[in-house]
């Protein structure tokens, strides 16, 4: 005779009333059941994952009902076949609906006289840009002499808007932004545009294409190394964009008698020293030379000025890896 799935409670020492309880299989199934779907009344928030319409059970609390009903009681690999655990879901952060505040373009005091110099700062910075601008206009109608002046004139800008915000007090990150974006157009863009329009006729347009190219990728590689790059107060790392965008804008203004492809070597050779890892002399310490030293080059000048210019670019392009090869001797 099959065994009944209830049995009768014995009452001899139990206060409750006589009553029947599952047993065998249904009881097992009801634990499972209920380990699987019940959910438990003042539980901490970490002990279940509730869903929209789900609540997964926390397996500590099976381990407990295992220990108290028997191994065979409860298994864990039969919850999470039927109900898979997710790992609980991270808190979302509290949205915040408050508008953002403007960061001010001028940190410190924003009186109107700071403004007024603030203006005049960002001013020079955009006379660089417009007159890189108007180089690129003049080398397009063929006036490549004209343009190289505008060029000319975009580094003595370039190098008297920082002068002025260092010694106004109105230096602010807006302003090296700005500085840097100005360079980029004049010097990266408007630069490489006049030695092209100076070598057209002299040389394959595709070696000129080449070559000018080469200077504006260094060029915005160089600006973008320079702003998140630690400053050293001594050395450039590479030729700044400034001294070689000038250096190009002599080339063409005073005509240097040099063979076209010649010419396209010494660009792309200029465009690969602005990212190249040698430490060149800043201004700051070329002025503190020795008298004589600035005397030659003067009375050169004065004799043959091609020449002259010719022997101060290559002697400073040199002095690069010159003083790399002192330095890692010296290291």
């Known amino acids: 005779m099959p065994r009944a799935p209830w049995r009768r409670r014995r009452t001899t020492d139990s206060p409750r009333p006589a009553g029947r309880r599952w047993a065998g299989r249904l009881r097992r199934s009801s634990t499972f059941a209920r380990q699987v779907l019940l959910v438990r009344v003042g539980r901490r928030d970490g002990d279940t994952v509730v869903g929209a319409d789900l609540v997964v059970p926390d397996h500590r609390y099976a381990d407990r009902q295992r220990r108290r009903y028997g191994r065979n009681r409860f298994d864990r690999a039969e ?54 601008m108007l180089a690129i206009f003049l080398a397009m109608q ?44 004049s010097f990266g863009l408007a630069a490489p545009v ?46 700044p964009t400034t001294m070689a965008a000038a250096v190009l804008a002599l080339t063409v203004a005073i005509g240097l008698p040099v063979p076209g492809l010649v010419m396209v070597a010494a660009v792309a ?3 690969f020293t602005m990212v190249s890892s040698f430490p060149y002399a800043k201004l ?6 020795p008298p004589w030293l600035w005397l030659a080059p003067v009375v050169g000048a004065l004799i043959d000025i091609r020449l002259t210019f010719a022997l101060v670019v290559v002697g400073y392009l040199v002095s690069g890896p010159l003083l790399w090869l002192h330095q890692r001797r010296t290291a």
């Open 269 to 271: 050779l200029l465009a």
């Open 79 to 132: 919850v999470d076949a039927v109900m898979p655990v997710s790992p609980a879901l991270p808190p979302t952060a509290p949205v915040d609906d408050t508008p953002s505040m403007s960061i001010p373009l001028l940190p410190g005091e924003r009186t109107a006289a700071r403004r007024m110099k603030f203006a005049l700062v960002n001013a020079c910075t955009l006379s660089s840009l417009m007159l890189g």
């Open 284 to 289: 700051a310490r070329l002025v503190k030379l």
């Open 142 to 185: 063929g006036e490549v002499r004209i343009a190289a002046l505008c060029l000319i004139a975009c580094v003595a800008f370039d190098g008297l808007d920082g002068a002025l915000a260092r010694k106004l007090g109105v230096a602010s990150p807006f302003g090296a932004q700005m500085d840097s974006l100005a360079d980029m157009c």
């Open 194 to 239: 006049v030695v092209y329009a100076s070598l057209a006729g002299s040389v394959p347009p595709g070696a000129a294409a080449v070559a000018c190219a080469l200077v504006a990728a260094c060029a915005a590689i160089r600006l973008a190394r320079f702003n998140v790059s630690p400053k050293d107060g001594r050395f450039f790392c590479g030729v």
